[in-house]
């Protein structure tokens, strides 16, 4: 089955600054990778996903990178600002189908003031 | 209103009783999808629903069962609650022919 590595576990930065989170997967069948941003107490949230056709794609702050060749994908945040602080997951499936997302164990970033 | 409802939002329980988690989205998708999270561990898969005659077993599926009454319902049963049992539950839904799994705020379950 699929396995995502998921680096680092734990990321401060300064406000304003970017933060960069990256993945790994292993199943190169995997063809849709979300990213989710968990506040404390709530659920998961989608905050940006991209397709294996796809390099790049961005969403105002938030961008993230894939390269099929390595197996790997990165969100990219620019301009941090304290409500980033919170706990991101990268993810893979095989997209629109039968087995569900894999997660990475997720990263908790903390933005200083 | 949540378009994903969990209930309840936390539970204590015993070793050995059973427990029932339930989940009512108003999103009209056809998948549910239940998973465990654990702290350092993100989350996993234990059972995942197409439709109300298609049940699946995910990647953690032992110690649990799962029914689902109707579209909208997904129940995740814990027929013996055990220790390591205790951790966060979410539901999540997605629409058929889509990818983005939409998730509802969680249950918190402890076993003691």
């Known amino acids: 089955g699929e396995n995502v590595e998921q680096h680092p576990s734990t990321l401060s930065v300064q406000e304003g600054d970017s933060a960069v989170i990256k993945c790994t997967y292993s199943?190169?069948?995997?063809?849709?990778f979300p990213w989710y941003k968990q506040e404390l107490g709530k659920g998961p949230q989608l905050i940006i996903d991209?397709?294996?056709?796809?390099g790049e794609k961005k969403d105002q702050r938030i961008a993230v990178t894939l390269n099929k060749t390595a197996k790997h994908f990165s969100l990219h945040i620019t301009e941090t600002q304290p409500e980033d602080s919170a706990v991101y997951f990268c993810?893979?499936?095989?997209?629109?189908?039968?087995?569900?997302?894999?997660f990475g164990k997720g990263t908790h970033l903390i933005i200083q003031p | 209103d949540a378009d994903v409802t969990q209930t309840p939002r936390n539970r204590i329980t015993k070793t050995g009783k059973r427990i029932m988690l339930e989940c009512s989205q108003t999103?009209?998708?056809?998948?549910m999808y239940w998973y465990r999270q654990d702290p350092g561990l993100g989350l996993r898969l234990i059972y995942y629903?197409?439709?109300?005659?298609?049940?699946n077993k995910g990647e953690i599926s032992d110690g649990y069962s799962v029914s689902r009454q109707a579209q909208a319902k997904f129940s995740l049963s814990l027929e013996s609650a055990i220790p390591n049992q205790t951790a966060l539950y979410f539901c999540?839904?997605?629409?058929?022919?889509?990818?983005?799994?939409?998730f509802g705020p969680g249950t918190r379950l402890t076993v003691l």
């Open positions: 999103k009209g998708h056809d998948r």
């Open positions: 629903s197409f439709d109300v005659k298609d049940i």
């Open positions: 199943d190169s069948a995997s063809n849709y």
């Open positions: 999540a839904t997605k629409p058929a022919g889509g990818d983005t799994q939409y």
């Open positions: 991209i397709r294996s056709n796809v």
């Open positions: 993810a893979a499936s095989s997209g629109g189908g039968a087995d569900g997302l894999t």
